[in-house]
């Protein structure tokens, strides 16, 4: 077994036997023990309810986090004439049709966000095996399947996070900066599990929260209660 170095039996130990944290708590801890050499994301995962493989029972949607994320998200739009010079007045970093589509193809996927005019879909349409298991195909349900191609790349590029619910009923995002201000991680958190609360979905039986876990990129993670959370 490899020997943990003094950073990570540090960060164990101030961990050891704290579950069920407030979410204030739970942050200050993760920010205390946060030592390594590039500002860690402060991550969230949260044990649903639910199984995702049937339809009534899926977890989707997208939330704006008040302080942002502080990571620099590059955005991609299918779109042609008009609403692709929308795109790249608003910021867009690629702008594209058959020609973006064919890149896809090749395996070079330089974006963490695809956005596309409705007329677009039959070619993003093809590139389903290629975005969908990346959870970057655009769909109206989230808002990246729009005409109003400038208001989704603006949210993109602004701290907008998207999320859906994997096989295991596991949800998860980046939600923010270890560098963050305390108060502001707090309210991305308080944000981000109000934002899967209300996407609640209809076939969803029993406990619908189960279990939520906050840690940093390199750190171990920590429980946080529920109804803490869910009922700030």
Do not use: W
């Amino acid at each position: 077994m490899a020997k943990l170095g003094k950073r990570t039996r540090a960060a164990r130990e101030a961990f050891a036997g704290k579950d069920d944290l407030t979410v204030a708590e739970a942050v200050a801890l993760i920010k205390a023990n946060s030592n390594a050499k590039f500002d860690e994301t402060l991550e969230i995962a949260m044990n649903l309810g639910v199984d995702p493989r049937h339809a009534d029972q899926m977890v989707r949607g997208v939330v704006g986090l008040p302080n942002g994320t502080g990571k620099t998200v590059r955005v991609a739009v299918f779109a042609r004439g008009p609403k692709a010079d929308e795109a790249k007045a608003a910021g867009a970093d690629i702008v594209g049709a058959e020609d973006l589509m064919e890149t896809v193809q090749g395996g070079t996927i330089e974006f963490d966000r695809c956005i596309a005019t409705p007329d677009m879909m039959p070619i993003v349409g093809r590139l389903g095996k290629v975005l969908g298991p990346r959870n970057l195909m655009p769909n109206p349900k989230v808002g990246t399947v729009t005409m109003d191609v400038k208001q989704a790349v603006e949210d993109a590029k602004g701290g907008q996070v998207q999320f859906k619910a994997e096989k295991a009923g596991v949800v998860h995002a980046g939600i923010g900066k270890v560098s963050f201000d305390e108060a502001k991680l707090i309210e991305n958190v308080k944000a981000f599990i109000d934002a899967v609360a209300k996407a609640k979905p209809t076939g969803a039986k029993g406990t619908y929260m189960k279990k939520i876990a906050l840690s940093s990129t390199m750190g171990p993670g920590v429980t946080i209660s529920v109804d803490d959370a869910a009922g700030h």
